[in-house]
């Protein structure tokens, strides 16, 4: 059984920080490519950063020089650091983890944790 089980989220103030962490089982962790996504209110899920396999970094522009997200292997976790949290980085944010294997995806999603930046 597949799990994805993230943890981290909170309020913090803008300007603060947070570090999210999801970690996986069920899976061969090395072998999937590792995404964070958001969801705001009343807005679609969005992608925000993703790291690959083989540790490539995708990271949006709207979060470009704020967020990094990291893996580590030997924990089967995926982190995503956020500083300099904006109001606008209010949402529900999801871990995925995706693998696509002899032309088939298999996608997996964490159940979500909140994050609220207010003062």
């Known amino acids: 059984q597949v799990q994805l089980v993230e943890s981290g989220g909170g309020l913090v103030q803008p300007g603060g920080s947070l570090r999210l962490s999801c970690a996986a089982s069920?899976?061969?962790?090395?072998?999937?490519?590792m995404g964070w996504y958001r969801q705001a209110p009343g807005k679609q899920r969005e992608l925000v950063a993703t790291i690959t396999a083989s540790s490539v970094v995708e990271i949006v522009d709207s979060v470009k020089g704020r967020f990094t997200i990291s893996r580590d292997n030997t924990k089967d976790a995926v982190y995503l650091q956020m500083n300099s949290l904006k109001p606008e980085d209010t949402a529900v944010y999801y871990c995925?983890?995706?693998?696509?294997?002899?032309?088939?995806?298999?996608?997996?999603w964490g159940q979500g944790t909140q994050v609220i930046v207010s003062s």
């Open positions: 995925n983890a995706h693998l696509r294997s002899f032309a088939r995806d298999y996608d997996y």
């Open positions: 069920g899976i061969i962790f090395g072998s999937f490519d």
